[in-house]
């Protein structure tokens, strides 16, 4: 190793670039496949749903049945992939907060604190005092929301075949 400061602060800076390339390629990638995750939901979900409203207009009550537990065990399985996918994208941002730090940049302190939202009007204003007060506007919490909704949805449709579709 060469005794030269210059050398020495142009490793510094080749290796923090190296770090801060990996960490963004992970961050993205898991973040991007949650995203693709839940985009399939939504398409298995359709294909389901159709399914099911042809065992409802069939009176097929033992096919319902099938298919809304289907329903519900596909989105709980989404669900718990989402629930990965976030342990996994959450890696990458605790390493590339680390980087801002020895950058002297904070996008994601900001992020958190929700600074750009409060800019946005009336709007985001309010979501500003309710993200402070409960955290409702994440990622996390609305794909969770929404894919429990859908386990559950699935879950009333089985219970609703397995009454033979009472009262349609």
């Known amino acids: ?11 510094r800076e ?12 992970w961050f ?30 069939k009176g097929w009550d033992g096919v319902g049945v099938a298919v809304g537990a289907l ?7 989404f669900l718990m992939l989402d629930v990965r996918n976030e ?19 904070c996008p994601s302190h ?3 604190q929700r600074v750009q939202l409060a800019q946005t009007g009336w709007i985001g204003t309010f979501a500003v005092a309710s993200v402070r007060r409960t955290g409702w506007i994440s990622h996390s ?3 969770r929301i929404i894919e429990g909704a859908v386990a559950l949805a699935f879950v ?7 009454t033979g579709f009472a009262g349609a």
């Open 1 to 11: 190793m060469s005794d030269d400061p210059g050398a020495a602060q142009a490793d």
């Open 110 to 112: 900001e992020a958190g």
């Open 156 to 162: 009333v449709a089985a219970a609703w075949a397995a």
């Open 28 to 57: 993205q990638y898991h973040a991007q496949q949650r995203l693709t995750a839940f985009n399939f939901l939504l398409i298995v979900v359709g294909v389901v749903a159709v399914a099911y409203s042809q065992a409802v207009e």
């Open 141 to 143: 919490r609305w794909l």
């Open 87 to 105: 342990e996994l994208v959450d890696c990458g941002r605790a390493a590339l907060e680390r980087l801002e730090l020895q950058l002297g940049v």
């Open 14 to 25: 080749q290796r923090l670039q190296t770090e801060l390339n990996y960490a963004w390629s």
């Open 71 to 77: 329903g519900a065990l596909i989105a709980t399985g």
